[in-house]
């Protein structure tokens, strides 16, 4: 039986339906110009540039040397997995809270959609100075806690994929040193943890562990944040200690509801 056809809202709202139907043309087209956006929608062209801008804004979008915007980080990772990503903030909320109970800082869960990190769920601590929640955030994969913990988790191809050099022609600033990357991922397996002292923001100091699935791959990371005038080297090791009973009982809970 064929399905109906929709029925529009009785009170539509353009702006609305506009920036949907261009993160829809972007995520499944690839890109657009103003131009060419304007002309799909059958708007004018400022209109057009308005709503590419709120997306761009909001992480649906970005916004090339070549004029060309294209889907960002997610559009990304929705297309990546997101029933995966749903399920690994439910299950992710109850330790977070367990674990900002114990250390009295801000925690987070992230996850990688290239060469990208996106935090999925935080819980803040309830100390007056302290790291705000990221929830919804997107950063540089290599400039956070977890995306260093997730990169550290590919082969070297893989590696070379995501930061392949054609990626970034537009940006090429973006792109990191390959061997400087490998040698600090190197140790991080080693270690088994990340350590970022203000790398991603001034002020700031995040510790975090990896959250595996029963086959070993890592699928996110787990971080807590504090101020850099708070973070103690000699915690390091309790610190990790509680990061990592909380992201395998994490784990035990994602096998369960398989």
């Given amino acids: 039986m064929d399905k109906p056809l929709k029925t529009p809202p009785p009170y ?8 949907l139907r261009a993160a829809t043309i972007l995520q499944m087209e690839g890109g657009a110009t103003v131009s060419q956006m304007a002309e799909r929608l059958g708007v004018a062209r400022s ?3 308005r709503v590419l801008a709120m997306l761009v804004h909001r992480d649906f979008a970005v916004h ?3 004029r060309v915007y294209r889907a960002g980080p997610v559009l990304e990772l929705a297309a990546h997995s997101q029933s995966l990503v749903s399920r690994l903030r439910a299950a ?3 330790h977070l809270q367990r674990v900002v109970g114990l250390l009295d800082e801000t925690t987070n869960l992230i996850v990688r959609t290239g060469d990208t990190a996106r935090f999925i769920a935080s819980v803040e601590c309830r100390q007056a100075l302290r790291v705000g929640s990221r929830e919804g955030m997107v950063f540089p994969a290599h400039r956070t806690t977890a ?8 082969s070297d191809a893989e590696l070379e994929e995501v930061y392949a050099p054609e ?4 940006r090429p600033a973006d792109r990191p040193d390959l061997d400087r990357l490998r040698t600090e991922l190197r140790r991080l397996r080693r270690n088994g943890f990340a350590v970022n002292k203000e790398r991603s923001e001034r002020g700031l100091v995040a510790v975090g562990v990896p959250v595996r699935d029963e086959a070993g791959t890592a699928l996110a990371g787990l971080s807590v944040s504090m101020p850099s005038v708070r973070y103690d080297p000699g915690t390091l090791r309790s610190l990790v200690a509680a990061l990592d009973a909380a992201a395998r009982a994490l784990e035990r809970d994602l096998a369960g509801q398989r």
Avoid at 167 to 170: E, F, I, K, Q, S
């Fill in 92 to 94: 992710s909320l109850p």
């Fill in 47 to 49: 209109t057009a540039h």
């Fill in 12 to 19: 539509p709202i353009a702006s609305v339906d506009h920036a």
């Fill in 64 to 66: 090339g040397e070549d």
């Fill in 147 to 154: 995306g260093l913990i997730l990169l550290a988790d590919l």
């Fill in 167 to 170: 990626r970034y022609r537009d």
